[in-house]
Structure formats: structure tokens, C-alpha cells
């Protein structure tokens, strides 16, 4: 076990993309330099249901077996609790003395906030948050986005360093002043591939499964169902398309607080051959039939689930919001829209499903993009930090 003690502090573990770029740090972690804690709450708010729950436990004795010591919170919630949050963190702040750790390093928004206070007024040495995106706009109405912008400042001078997944996410916060450029590290969000790019994905097989076509087109999502994802967009446009298109379908692979209105809203608008198959284990499988990978997001930190299409070599119209444009090249790798914006994303599909050759010549370029994103590189670079940290202050053993 190493003598360098990290406690990484996260509101959600579930299998969204911030808790699984934690999953994988906390697990890949050198355990023979570092001592590895991860503090979670109970994700109660994330309405898994029973698969992606199951994946979640799977995750958990996977960092347990890792070396990681995982202790839950369960007053420690994503939404706006004062009581829950109050308790939160003294039982944070006692966590902290008691185990004394060298780093303390937070994700997302309200664990940054209560984990980093509570490092503070423990006299923890470095102080470490990765945002996963940020809440500047899309999340909150305007004034508690105001409080949140405030937040976020107050809570950046007490942090030694701020890790954001892509340039664009680090050019929000410094647009936000939300602190000094020298205090952010770009260190982009890393993607198990493994079950991404084995040969053993039978795409027609799980076509013959799902009761598609052979000579059918697939436009996919994947996703948690909430506002922020946009799903409803893809919804309207797909109105819009499915009447002039023959044999199409389209795809909405995730679960969440919108699963119900989604598809109160497919059937109303008439879509036809829709499918709203929740949240999946054989989430390769499945996008692997897709010929066109869709994300329409209002907001996004990087886009974990366009690295993993495009591994697929599958070509992506996507938001160009947050950290999107970083994994996807306008005419390159993909097509680019304003988010929330139906015509666009209706103009961007039409001009994939009437291309076939430009289908294929996307997605063999994004194949070379989504190389560049593996779990191992983030894990180093990390790694890499801490040290450029710990030796700073003169911390730690090396």
C-alpha cells in the first residue's frame, strides 16, 4: 500500500460519465504509491434501475479489489439539501482529520464545493477538484447560477490545482473568472475502450436482437434522460425526418427523470420506429448498430460517450458546447450545431443518411480521435500532477 493518501470525494456514483472517469482514476491509481479513498454518496437521486444498479456494485467491489477503501455518505446528495449538506460536511471535515490525507481531490460541482471546504477547515496540505463540465448556464435559473459562480470562486482560492477534461471547459471557468489560469491543468477525460473496440461486437446479430432491419439506419443517443442531454431536440427533429425517410430508426439508450415524458413525447409526435431501450450493460453492442451517433446536449464537460462511438467508428452530429468541439471537427470527424436547435441537428442527419460514403469517412476519422483518450494517459497524467504538487509543497515520499 503506498504512503501518499488520496481521498477522492464524488455526490453521484452511478454510471454517467464523471462517475466513471472517477471509477477509473481511483482505480488505476499506482496503489503501491498511493493510499486510495473514495468517499460517495448514495446516488438515490439517479433513479438506477436494477441493471445499472447491479453495474454500480460491479464497479464498487472493482475498486475495493483495486485496493480502494470506499466509504458512503448518505447525506451527501447532488440536489440542494442545507440540513443534509450541513451534515455533510462536518462528517467530511471529521473524515478528514481523523485520516489525514495528503490530497484531497473532489468531483463535480457540489462535492467540490462541500469536499474542498471541508479540506480546508481539516488543514489538508493540497487541495484538488476536477468540475466534470461546470453549472455556468443550462443547469439553474439565473440567480442560483449567480450563487453558484460565487461559490465556485470563494471555493478556487482554497484549491491548489483545477482539472478540466478539454481547453474549452477551462476557457469557461477563466470567462467566469472563477480563478487564475496558473491554477488549472488540462487532463482530458479517460475511456475504457476495451469493449469499444474488440472484434467480437456482432452488430448484426444485435440488430436481429432488437427487430432492425438489415438495410435499416440507425440514428442513436446514449445518455442519462434528463434535461441538460437535450434528448427532447433529437425527439423534435426526428419528427421532422421520419416521415421523409424510409427505413429508419432511431435509438435513446439511457435511463433517468425524463424517461417517461420522452416517450409520452415520441408518441405524440408521431415518430415512428423508436426505441427507448433505458440504461443498457451491452451499451457497445448496441451503438454498434448505429450509423449515426447523435449528442445534443445544452452542456457538456467533454462527451465521454463520442469518444466511445467514434472507437465504434461511428460519425457524430453533436452540440457545439463545452468540451464537444474538442473531440469533434466540424466536416471531420463529424458535424457540429448550435444546441437546442432542431433545424440544425434535422440539416446534419439528413446530410449523413443521404451520404453513406461521408458516413464511413467520419467515422474511420474519429477511430483516430478516440485513440488518444484512454484511461492509461489520464491515469499518468494524474499521477504526474500529484507529483508536481506534492513536490512543491515538499509533501509525501518519493
Not at 467530511?92 to 477547515?121: C, D, N, Q, Y
Not at 491554477?183 to 469499444?196: M, N
Not at 472507437?311 to 452540440?319: E, I, Q, R, T
Not at 432542431?342 to 467515422?363: F, P, T, Y
Amino acid at each position: 500500500m503506498g504512503n501518499i493518501k488520496v481521498i477522492h470525494v464524488i455526490t453521484r456514483f452511478d454510471k454517467g460519465g464523471a462517475s466513471e472517469n472517477t471509477f477509473l482514476t481511483v482505480r488505476g491509481l499506482d496503489k503501491d504509491k498511493y493510499e486510495v479513498i473514495l468517499i460517495r454518496g448514495l446516488s438515490e437521486e439517479s433513479r438506477m434501475g436494477a441493471e445499472e444498479a447491479a453495474a454500480v456494485e460491479r464497479n464498487l467491489r472493482e475498486a475495493e479489489k483495486s485496493g480502494v477503501r470506499v466509504i458512503a455518505i448518505p447525506e451527501l446528495v447532488r440536489n440542494i439539501h442545507p440540513l443534509k449538506d450541513l451534515k455533510t460536511l462536518f462528517a467530511l471535515i471529521g473524515l478528514f482529520k481523523i485520516e489525514k490525507p495528503h490530497i484531497v481531490h473532489t468531483h463535480t460541482s457540489k462535492a467540490g464545493i462541500l469536499g474542498r471546504w471541508a479540506a480546508f477547515l481539516a488543514k489538508v496540505e493540497i487541495i484538488v477538484h476536477t468540475p466534470h463540465g461546470h453549472v455556468f448556464w443550462g443547469y439553474f435559473n439565473k440567480w442560483k447560477t449567480a450563487c453558484f459562480i460565487i461559490l465556485e470562486r470563494l471555493s478556487a482560492a482554497i484549491t491548489d490545482k483545477i482539472i478540466t477534461l478539454t481547453d474549452q471547459e477551462k476557457k469557461d471557468h477563466l470567462r467566469f473568472k472563477i480563478a487564475p489560469d496558473k491554477k488549472f491543468a488540462v487532463i482530458h477525460s479517460g475511456v475504457d475502450l476495451t469493449a469499444f473496440s474488440e472484434p467480437r461486437i456482432n452488430a448484426a446479430a444485435m440488430r436481429k436482437k432488437l427487430g432492425i432491419p438489415p438495410e435499416a439506419i440507425v440514428v442513436g443517443t446514449a445518455g442519462r434522460l434528463t434535461p441538460i442531454k437535450g434528448q427532447r431536440y433529437l425527439l423534435e427533429a426526428a419528427a421532422s425526418i421520419s416521415p421523409r425517410a424510409g427505413n429508419l430508426f432511431f435509438i435513446f439508450l439511457g435511463d433517468g427523470e425524463l424517461a417517461d415524458e420522452l416517450d409520452k413525447t415520441s408518441s405524440l409526435l408521431g415518430i415512428k420506429n423508436v426505441m427507448f431501450l433505458g440504461w443498457r450493460q451491452d451499451v457497445s453492442e448496441i451503438m454498434s448498430t448505429f450509423d449515426i451517433f447523435v449528442l445534443p446536449s445544452l452542456n457538456e464537460g467533454m462527451g465521454k460517450v463520442l469518444v466511445e462511438a467514434m472507437a465504434l467508428g461511428k460519425p457524430v452530429v453533436a452540440s457545439d458546447v463545452g468540451g464537444i468541439p474538442d473531440l469533434v471537427t466540424n466536416h471531420h470527424n463529424g458535424l457540429l450545431v448550435p444546441p437546442a436547435n432542431v433545424e440544425g441537428l434535422v440539416e446534419s442527419i439528413n446530410l449523413l443518411l443521404n451520404d453513406q460514403a461521408k458516413r464511413k469517412e467520419m467515422g474511420e476519422k474519429g477511430k483516430d480521435v478516440a485513440a488518444d483518450y484512454s484511461a492509461e494517459a489520464m491515469i499518468r497524467k494524474i499521477e504526474r500532477l500529484y507529483d508536481e504538487i506534492l513536490s512543491s509543497v515538499g509533501a509525501g515520499a518519493h
